[in-house]
Antibody, heavy 120, light 110 residues
Framework: QVQLQESGPGLVKVSETLSLTCSVS??????????WTWVRQSPGKGLEWIGNTQFRGTTYTSPSLERRVSISMDTSRDEFSLDLTSVTSADTGLYFC????????????WGQGTLVSVSS | QSVLTQPPSVSAAPGQRVTISCSGSDSNIGGHYVSWYQHFPGAAPKLLIY???KRPSDISDRFSASKSGTSATLDITGLQTGDEALYYC???????????FGPGTEVTVL
């Protein structure tokens, strides 16, 4: 059973880059069955899909964030990462990593989430 | 602003049934599987339904779903106080290629 754990700084300054990592256990990140996903929830708002990636597959990102988002994988560490550049207060929120076994299957495994605050 | 539409809230008494709709278009619901999630604020979302109608093994059969054309529906029967949460539909969209969540529906048990 795959387990996920987010990590990263809880506080980021305006205009800087938010960098989060999701550690994968229970399976290899190179198992191409899995689609590795980032989702966030900003205060007072609903769930927002950020993007996903697959080992040796296509990386998809939300059109509203694609100019600022990068999703990468570190196969040596079984981790995947999110970089979000030029952050503003609107990027404050709870960030989750997740995984699914099909591109249009449901996200069935979730990390516990990590809270990121953007401050000036 | 989501391309999917859900009612902001639904409510019913304990033991009753609620239905949550998720409306979209040919480019999203009409052409892709729909998933449904239960979300308690501050916690990780939980997958309730995938591939339109399938339930993970650990999900109660009080939760069921259907899809017709460009709309999907989640039903919760035998409503319990523990069901008070936000419920989101999710699917992919062709144009542009991206995953989308609905705006969420708050379920209240009266």
């Amino acid at each position: 059973q795959v387990q996920l754990q987010e990590s990263g700084p809880g506080l980021v300054k305006v205009s800087e880059t938010l960098s989060l990592t999701c550690s994968v256990s229970g399976d290899s990140i190179t198992n191409s069955r899995h689609f590795w996903t980032w989702v966030r929830q900003s205060p007072g708002k609903g769930l927002e899909w950020i993007g996903n990636t697959q080992f040796r597959g296509t990386t998809y990102t939300s059109p509203s964030l694609e100019r600022r988002v990068s999703i990468s994988m570190d196969t040596s560490r079984d981790e995947f990462s999110l970089d979000l550049t030029s952050v503003t207060s609107a990027d404050t929120g709870l960030y989750f990593c997740g995984s699914s076994d099909a591109l249009d299957g449901g996200i069935d495994i979730w990390g516990q989430g990590t809270l990121v605050s953007v401050s000036s | 602003q989501s391309v999917l539409t859900q009612p902001p809230s639904v409510s019913a008494a304990p033991g009753q049934r609620v239905t949550i709709s998720c409306s979209g278009s040919d480019s999203n619901i009409g052409g892709h599987y729909v998933s449904w999630y239960q979300h308690f604020p501050g916690a990780a979302p939980k997958l309730l339904i995938y591939e339109d109608v399938k339930r993970p093994s650990d999900i109660s059969d009080r939760f069921s779903a259907s899809k017709s054309g460009t709309s999907a529906t989640l039903d919760i029967t035998g409503l319990q106080t523990g069901d008070e949460a936000l419920y989101y539909c999710g699917t992919w969209d062709y144009s542009p290629i991206t995953h989308v969540f609905g705006p969420g529906t708050e379920v209240t048990v009266l």
